[in-house]
């Protein structure tokens, strides 16, 4: 199994000091490519929605072509039609873009997830665009069977001759809002979505330092809000497992710069 790191959208806000990305992984199986989080699409940028064209202004996105997965997946020299999965941890704006340039792929998500970018609610969920699934895609909405998975609850979605894929339901960022394992036995690597951020120090797994924590202008109690409530508890699982678990985080530009981009 090969995993690919991919920056599939560059964010760099004019009112503030910090670059980051949209943190997407492609994993290349005997069964095909599994995309995780989808990052920008190609008509995020060339036809955005007012919504949209919003968010890339505030957020600082450079709007380059290059970097939505479909471009990259061609770059990487895959066909893209071997793109038959995509796990969403979540369906919010800058992370599920990509959807629209993989027509015919399985949109694996939480079913509570898919219910509430259906009829979301509240100002987390504003951030969902609905032109991203104006395709009519076909989604594989997920609730059981729930497994333990290091004390927390796991969903398995796919299973390949090299690797189990699970979703671990991370709620508060959003009603439905997952992290995705991604592995076996010994060596897992979870992608925690928005779960955590390395730019606050009551949000960040990695104890980057003072000088990665551009946020910390922000309370504790609004990071949590914005985040849930889960980074104490994602932090025992690295402490207590750095054998058998690695972790990322969906705009954790520090770790993209630290992994290999293929491994």
Not at 120 to 125: A, D, I, S, T, V
Not at 193 to 209: C, T, V
């Amino acid at each position: 199994m090969l995993v690919h790191h991919l920056n599939c959208g560059t964010l760099k806000a004019p009112f503030i000091d910090v670059d980051s990305i949209v943190y997407c992984l492609l994993i290349e199986t005997s069964s095909g490519l599994i995309l995780v989080d989808s990052g920008f699409g190609t008509r995020d940028y060339s036809a955005p929605s007012l919504k949209m064209r919003f968010f890339l202004q505030y957020m600082g996105v450079p709007r380059l072509p290059d970097e939505t997965a479909v471009a990259q997946i061609k770059a990487l020299g895959y066909d893209v039609k071997d793109v038959q999965h995509i796990v969403q941890t979540h369906l919010h704006i800058d992370h599920a873009g990509g959807l629209r340039d993989f027509p015919w792929a399985s949109i694996h998500l939480n079913k509570i997830e898919y219910l509430a970018a259906m009829k979301p609610k509240g100002l987390m969920e504003f951030a969902y665009d609905k032109t991203h699934w104006d395709h009519n895609p076909i989604w594989v909405p997920h609730e059981k069977p729930l497994l333990d998975w290091f004390g927390f609850e796991a969903i398995p979605i796919l299973t390949t001759a090299e690797a189990e894929i699970l979703l671990i339901p991370l709620p508060g960022h959003t009603r439905g809002h997952c992290g995705v394992a991604i592995g076996k036995p010994g060596n897992w690597l979870l992608h925690c979505g928005d779960a955590a951020s390395p730019f606050h120090k009551g949000a960040d797994l990695h104890s980057r330092g003072e000088s990665a924590y551009k946020l910390d202008f922000l309370s504790e109690n609004f990071a949590n809000y914005v985040l849930g409530s889960h980074v104490p508890k994602l932090r025992g699982l690295l402490l207590n497992h750095s054998d058998q678990v690695r972790a990322i985080s969906s705009h954790d530009i520090f770790s993209f710069q630290e992994a290999s981009r293929v491994e």
